[in-house]
């Protein structure tokens, strides 16, 4: 069962009871939604050279062929956040 949804008693606030007693608010589900599309949109511009060839880009600290690596593993982690 993926998770039951109950109205706390003092507050509006919904949340879904993840397991082990964890509970999950609306806040925090949120929260995690907004790091999600952050990292869509970060790897949806770079994971490959073609989607920013034409644009002149200092990656500083890092190294062009890091930030395309972070792009594409960022992509399993915005998959398995949406999920």
Known sequence: M???EEKMMNSKETVAEVGN???FRKYEANFCKGVAII?????HLFYKVDNYSGFK???????E???NFYA???????????L
């Open 57 to 63: 880009i200092n990656f500083s600290p890092f190294t």
């Open 65 to 67: 062929e890091r930030i």
């Open 39 to 43: 990292l869509m949109l970060f790897h």
């Open 21 to 23: 007693g964890m509970k």
């Open 2 to 4: 993926r998770g039951r």
């Open 72 to 82: 594409l593993l960022g992509k399993f982690v915005w998959q398995s956040l949406f």
